[in-house]
């Protein structure tokens, strides 16, 4: 099968004729800025609603983010399965390498990106899947910042006036719903949920969220009279009577908008980071919740859960692809956080424990 140009790619999507007649939208994170041309207005309107805080005014974009609908590409591609983490399992994407660009499936959804220098495309049934389409244009983001020697974390992120906390741990190890129940504290702003980027500017550590929302699981919604209301009654109920072990590790997902929640001028995408928590606890210990400070030279165990693979989407300033043989500069890493207070929380599950080591952390200054 031969492989196709990416100007062959380009010229079957024909992105800037499928999207002449969209309302641009532009969106600015740390001082980038994302153009957004969307052919459908279903999936626009969810698209305005999901990035209200980051809309900007109208001006020459960094780069263009081109989302059509059900386009085909008139030939057949060899698409090739991206190796996934050990802990990971099933079909996620697949690549096809173009000698000047790559294409990506979701193979779940059948959804296509097309990612080159050049051109940001996005295309299939992306009215279905929005939040693709989402994932997508914050993936320009930290694409953007990691060419720039940014690096990306794994972690949830708060931040106060003089204080930047980020969170990691485990998937499923409690990070979004330890997030959540800071954002009760006086003062603290919502950064991250899920990806952090991080780099050193002189004695201090910059950090930049990018407007990924909380992609929440029922264990965090029933555990939160916050949020309560978020899914209806009857189904809140269900879940209430599960085991908590079961309830933990149920996979079901829901968005929380920030501001509908905690009232509007709670988000802040840029902060100093000073102190980073991983979480490394269990709902099977028998010991005390603990917080002890660490030296994350000597933990290799918990700084394997604070990085992250840049993964399919990533583009080098060089222009050579991440592969899913790629190895991260784990060095980089404890350069980048040398000079941030590390802390192992460990023992059993207990969010009212790890809460009040929040109060204590962020509700006083330094």
């Known amino acids: 099968m031969r492989e196709p140009c990416l100007q062959e790619v380009v010229d079957a999507l024909a992105p800037d004729r499928a999207t002449k007649d969209a309302d641009p939208v532009c969106l600015s994170v740390g001082g980038f800025v994302i153009e957004v041309r969307c052919v459908s207005s279903t ?6 609603r999901y990035f209200q805080h980051v809309i900007s005014a109208p001006c020459e974009p960094d780069t263009i983010v081109h989302v059509l609908g059900d386009a085909q590409l008139p030939f057949q591609l060899e698409y ?3 190796v996934r983490e050990a802990s990971k399992r099933g079909r996620k994407d697949a690549i096809c390498d173009l000698p000047d660009g790559r294409l990506i499936l979701k193979v779940r959804t059948g959804v296509q990106f097309l990612q080159s220098p050049a051109w940001v495309v996005a295309f299939g049934p992306t009215e279905q899947n929005a939040n693709q389409v989402i994932n997508f244009i914050n993936t320009q983001i930290l694409n953007r910042f990691q060419r720039e020697g940014w690096l990306a974390c794994h972690a949830a992120a708060v931040k106060t006036s003089n204080k930047g906390l980020a969170i990691s741990g485990l998937s499923g190890g409690g990070k979004s719903t330890s997030m ?3 954002m009760e504290i006086a003062d603290t ?3 991250t949920n899920d990806r952090l980027l991080v780099r050193r500017n002189g004695s201090k550590t910059d950090a930049l969220g990018i407007p990924k929302l909380p992609r929440i ?3 965090t919604i029933v555990t939160n009279a916050r949020l309560t209301g978020l899914i209806d009654e009857e189904r809140e109920e269900e879940l209430r009577n599960l085991e908590p072990d079961e309830l933990w590790h149920l996979e079901e ?8 929640i905690y009232g509007p001028g709670r ?3 840029e902060t100093h980071l000073t102190d980073f928590w991983v979480l490394n606890w269990s709902h099977d210990s028998f010991a005390q919740t603990d917080i002890s400070e660490v030296d994350l030279k000597l933990r290799p165990d918990l700084l394997s859960a604070i990085t992250k693979n840049p993964g399919p989407f990533y583009q080098k300033s060089n222009g050579a692809f991440w592969t899913d043989r790629s190895a991260l500069e784990t060095s980089a890493y404890l350069a980048t956080l040398s000079d941030i207070r590390v802390w192992e929380v460990s023992g059993l599950i207990d969010f009212d424990a790890l809460f009040d080591a929040g109060m204590e952390l962020l509700g006083t200054p330094s």
């Not at 999936?43 to 305005?48: G, I, S, T």
């Not at 997902?253 to 509908?260: A, G, M, W």
């Open 43 to 48: 999936l626009l309107a969810e698209l305005l």
């Open 80 to 82: 090739v399965d991206w």
């Open 180 to 182: 959540l129940r800071l």
């Open 189 to 191: 702003h919502y950064v």
């Open 217 to 219: 699981n029922p264990g």
């Open 253 to 260: 997902k829901y968005d929380l908008f920030i501001d509908d």
């Open 267 to 269: 988000i802040s995408h």
